[in-house]
């Protein structure tokens, strides 16, 4: 998160800028004021004319509201202060400190031109290292006057139109001797260009401007940060701790000269790096001049003189020898030389080439929720998993050219998760396809006849099912305890599973894998830490593993083309589009560059058809009464809402919201009215925040947080007050399991086995107590809920408890055969779930007879919540709204 965030976060007062309805168009001082050049956290651009003098300059403003705010009013003075100190032709000039109204602005140099940001990366290594060398000759003049700038990174750097360099924006300098401001609970700069001595707190000089600027030469050569991550804190600790991927892996034809200049500057230890930032542009220029020095052909030479006798008049015949042996050699160098020139320029694998004039197609298809879909090999029919118009999800066979699908599947898997796949044997025949089992809460593998007929389970508790090149073997995934990756295979029918790889340096995230053509080579998803993905290839005969992309961004899938060539969806440009990569590794080219999202690619053997799904998830929020009558809808934005519980009194509904793109998985807990109004937003940062809980006198939510890819063992529970946020507190590690009182908490860890009891006196150290993971106690202290995840027991049981304990010999009783979130009825008395087929189900503890309830509930997920009388329900939908787009000849 920029700083600038961060402060709308902490400080909203903080933020409130000129409104540009009030001053476009208007005459400040002698200013007119023509358009907003744009805005950040210390302060808001406009460009204007100065009618005195008849010139365009550019007048920064001091946000509204801080003119009181003595530190920013300081702060503000400062940035004046130091930029009018500096006069350098590469430094966006200051003209004078004007005040209007008491409120001051700047009056600066109007730069005409684009950011640095615009034009990264920087095609030509030249040109990079020419826009370097100026940004290092405008820090060497504000290091000679004893300011640093605290805040280099591309967006403060201009390139006019006649390819001039100027730096801007000396907001955060420091000057030597000034008064030492600060932001409260913010850290100054920007946090993927800080210096680790600015993250860690500590003194800010010339050489933490010389990281940065190492930064922006990194990512001016490659289009990448050195250091990255997922939220704030992923960054700090990447600045910190990391070593990036080095510059040659994304610009081979960088010079070693070059490479070694940027690690120096990016060196952890200020002392390890270039102590001033003239000895990096010295050393820039030589690297400059290197590279664009004219190579002269050799001055021939004279003919050497033949051997002459010595004196006795006979000849050396060994220095005649030593002669002709070096002239073979060098003749056999030359030969094997111009052989391995002549190979590579004949047989050397061609650079793969987007077609220009490759076709898009959208299907014209009846369903709007559609799952990850297969092409057959001859790009004619594919099968892909889609819901009904009443939400009953099956398979699908469609001839391209027919556009009529024909169902295949009659089991309705009702709550299909979103890994649903369906893919096609090379010969056409069968198709494997997954199936939403609610009692392991994941997917089985089946395979059954193209054409229709009975279908055999083949896997228990997969992923990705997909057919091998030749159709003899069906490759799956499965995750560890840990989360960690494990590529299976199997036979058609069933027999002879086999590991084809373990992946244990990966999270907890997304998982595809792709079969090379030659069915030697698998290429998957690993899931860092930080929580993005990269493709990773692994050689299955000898064990070879390369990583691919080094984007760190999400990627959502994996297939292998003929030509060698994976594909996979990537959010590395902002939207998610689809992209591809040589299977030998190199740079990646772009293939959609729609606003997406797109994923789910599945290609054809002979690569002239490429197959994929535009789709976004959403879900809204329902309200209405428990026997099914007066429901509606009462959000409409297309945001994907879960987790929805009333407050005590019933006035109010935390949930979950997250963006309907699946590669931006981070996602926020929100309030609005019973209604759907008054919404707002109680946490931030780009994180997972779900199920909110709220606490029995309605002053408290709970919730867990845990960043993308970690498994749910890193979540953190925290609680907020939803009337004040500020910054949530945290508990403990693990997930909400229920309140208790208004005063304690539990939680539970799911791969622990250990749930902790939580005292929130804030005047005390929280108390834990180690319970049982499975344990629900009862209100009345007599009876618990137990949750059994193993399998072949999974599902939900009620037992006798002594202290909210089961005592020796007890035999819990069984109420349900699948694992779904616990609601229970205010009076604790039923236990209510849903399976996703639109019917709100209870089970009366005392005998566990289950029976639906009357009526339905319109687009019924297993995320609800019922009033604190039992008499309503609000709940979520979840709908994918998805096409299926084909493209026709890909590739030249």
Known sequence: MKVERLLRTLEPSLVLFLGDFEVIGQTISHYKITEKLGEGGMGVV?????????????????????????????????????????????????????????????DMEYVDGKTLRQLIPIQKIEDAITYAIRIGEALEEAHSHGIVHRDVKPDNVMVTARNQVKVMDFGLAKLKGSLKLTKTSSTVGTLAYMAPEQIQGGEADARSDIFSFGIVLYE???????????????????????????????????????????????????????????????????????????????????????????ASGAVDHRRVGTAKHVL??????????????LYFLLFRTRTVELNPDMKFQTLQLSFTEISYSGISADGNWIAFPAADANGKWD??????????????????????????SADISFDGGMI???????????SDAYVIPSIGGRAKKIIDDCNGARWSPDGSRIGYMRRTGRGRLQVWSVRPDGSDQQMELLDTLAGNGRIC?????????????????????????????????????????????????????????????????????PASGGQSVQITKGSGPDVGMSISANGKRLLYIQRQEAGH??????????????????????????????????????????????????ICDREGSNRRQITTGEEIAQWPSWSPDGRRIAFYRLRSGQPLDSAIVYTVDPADPGTPRPLGRGLVSHWIDSATLRIFNPYTNSGSRVTLD?????????????????????????????????????????????????????????IVPPTLSPDQKYFYYSLGDNLLRRVPLSDGNAEPLPGTFPGLFAMFSLSRDGKEIVYSDRRVNAKLVLIENVFK
């Open 621 to 670: 929020l329902w309200l209405g009464r428990t026997d099914g009558s007066g429901c509606r809808q009462i959000t409409t934005d297309e945001r994907n809402i879960v987790w929805p519980t009333f407050s005590p009194d019933a006035q109010q509904i935390a949930f979950g919201m997250s963006d309907n793109d699946p590669l931006k998985p981070w996602s926020h807990i929100y």
């Open 395 to 420: 398979v699908y066979y469609m001839n391209i050219a027919v556009g009529e699908p024909h169902r295949v599947t009659f089991d309705s898997s009702l709550n299909v998760n979103r890994n649903a």
């Open 762 to 818: 804030e005047t005390s150290t929280p108390v834990e107590t180690r319970d049982s993971l499975s344990l629900w106690p009862m209100r009345d202290g007599k009876n618990v809920l137990l949750l059994d995840v193993r399998p072949g027991k999974a599902g939900w049981y009620v037992a006798p408890a002594r202290g909210g304990r089961i005592p020796d010999g007890a035999v819990p009783r069984k109420l349900l055969s699948y």
């Open 328 to 341: 073979l050699l060098a003749i056999g160098i030359a030969s094997i030389l111009s052989i391995v020139v």
């Open 46 to 106: 406009y460009k204007a004319e100065d009618t005195r003098l008849k010139r365009t300059v550019a007048l920064k403003f001091l946000p509204k509201g801080l003119e009181a705010h003595e530190p920013e009013r300081a702060r503000f003075l400062q940035e004046a202060q130091a930029a009018s100190a500096l006069n350098h032709p590469n430094i966006c000039a200051i003209h004078t400190l004007g005040e209007h109204e008491d409120q001051q602005f700047i």
């Open 432 to 442: 494997v396809y997954s199936r939403f089992n609610p009692a392991i809460n994941n």
């Open 220 to 310: 001016m050569l490659t289009g990448h940060l050195p250091f990255r991550g997922e939220h704030e804190a992923a960054i700090l600790y990447s600045v910190v701790n990391e070593e990036p991927v080095p510059v040659a892996n994304y610009r081979p034809e960088s010079s070693p000269d070059l490479n070694r200049i940027i690690r120096r500057a990016l060196e952890k230890d200020p002392w390890d790096r270039y102590q001033s930032v003239a000895d990096m542009v010295s050393e820039l220029r030589k690297v400059l001049k290197e590279s664009t020095r004219v190579v002269r052909p050799p001055t021939p030479q004279r003919a050497e003189r033949p051997a002459e006798p010595d």
């Open 513 to 581: 894998t792709a079969w090379s053509r030659s069915g030697d080579a698998i290429a998957w998803l690993r899931t860092f830490p930080a929580g993005y993905q990269e493709v990773m290839r692994r050689d299955l005969t000898t064990g070879k593993e390369s990583q691919l992309t080094f984007d760190r961004k999400n990627i959502d899938e994996v297939c292998w083309a003929s030509n060698d060539q994976i594909i996979f969806s990537s959010n590395k440009s902002g939207n998610t589009n689809l992209w591809m990569v």
